[in-house]
């Protein structure tokens, strides 16, 4: 009797496990590398909390819905995850980027709106002459980020699903699309050869920061370009032939 009740506290025991699926994946800092001492959270109940000092994590999760957060110093990430088996392994990689912050500021740089001076009999010629100068210039500039890169909620979404996608999922794209690395080339000619990676990220706004910086390491691996470390951002010098 005593063996049978074992028995059965044993499978009674296990069986949380086996209706469980395992959640894990990595952590990436702004520079690809695998970032170190990372909070990650998800709602569970009761909730569960890991400390991820080399990058990495793992979550058995039974089906439902969850949210995922991972937090540094510097970045929150939050991630919708939805386990749909109780079995199996689900890979999610996180990557701890700031937000779309930055790219609505530069946006934004693009739809100001000149203020028009409301007496005309007190302005000079040649202020309507630097005004209509002004407004063409950035008439120019929105024109020419709409044609780039569509409405503003077009422009956000394709961030938004460049911010989503895995480390691997950029290698492969850049291996299929190599006009990147002749853009970003391109723009550091244009800059007399030298430009810091923060200016490129603005010239190549499409993209996610993820992707330029692994379009800067793989014109670096070529010998390409020369990356100088400068205070907080990078340097990047195009060496000659």
């Known amino acids: 009797m005593k063996c049978k009740l074992s028995v059965l506290l044993f499978l009674l025991l296990i069986l ?16 690809l590398d695998l970032a170190q001492d ?39 990430v939050t991630e919708e995850v939805e386990v ?32 028009l001076e409301t007496e005309e009999k007190t302005t000079p010629l040649w202020a309507k ?22 409405s503003l909620w077009t422009f956000r979404k394709k961030i938004k699903a460049e911010s989503q996608k895995t480390l691997e999922q950029h290698k492969e794209e850049l291996a299929q699309e190599p006009g990147y690395l002749d853009q970003a080339l391109e723009i550091i000619k244009k800059h007399d050869g030298r430009i810091n990676q923060k200016e490129l990220r603005k010239e190549m ?31 990047l010098i195009l060496k000659s032939r």
């Not at 949380?16 to 994946?25: E, I, M």
């Open 16 to 31: 949380p496990l086996a209706s469980a699926a395992t959640l894990k994946g990595s952590v990436y800092d702004d520079n």
């Open 38 to 76: 990372v909070l990650i959270e998800i709602n569970t109940v009761p909730q569960q909390k890991f400390l991820a000092k080399t990058g990495s994590y793992s979550f058995d999760l039974p089906v439902g819905k969850y949210t995922l957060t991972a937090k540094n110093d510097r970045y929150v």
């Open 84 to 115: 749909l088996s109780a079995s199996g392994e689900y890979i999610l990689d996180l990557f701890l980027l700031p937000d779309f912050a930055e790219e609505d500021e530069l946006w934004q740089e693009t739809q100001q709106e000149l203020p």
């Open 129 to 150: 002459i630097v005004a209509g100068i002004i407004f063409a210039a950035l008439l120019g500039r929105i024109i020419y980020a709409r044609k780039k890169y569509g």
């Open 205 to 235: 706004m499409y993209l996610s920061e993820a992707k330029v910086s692994l379009i800067v390491t793989e014109l670096e691996h070529k010998g390409k370009v020369e990356k100088i470390k400068k205070g907080r951002g990078n340097v």
